[in-house]
């Protein structure tokens, strides 16, 4: 009988995986760590149609109806 010959696919997968985690990882934190330093140097600037826009938005909310006439205490 010939002894079993020893096979190192499956750590070599194992290696394989680890390193396209960790590559993906540092990708991802990079680009995360790009945005988050594109968003803070970009002034903010509010025109006066978005100010409108945000008025009418605001007085629909006010205007609004929420009552929906259910006593919460009466709920199981």
Not at 25 to 44: A, H
Not at 50 to 75: K, M, P, Q
């Amino acid at each position: 009988m010939e002894p079993e010959k020893k096979s190192n696919g499956a750590m070599v997968g194992l290696v394989i995986i680890i390193i396209i985690l960790i590559l993906g990882g540092l990708y991802m934190w990079k680009l995360d760590k790009d945005t988050v330093e594109n968003l803070s140097t970009e002034p903010e600037t509010v025109t006066t149609q978005d100010s409108a826009e945000l008025n009418t938005l605001d007085a629909d909310l006010e205007a609004t109806d929420t009552n929906t006439g259910v006593d919460v205490n009466t709920v199981n």
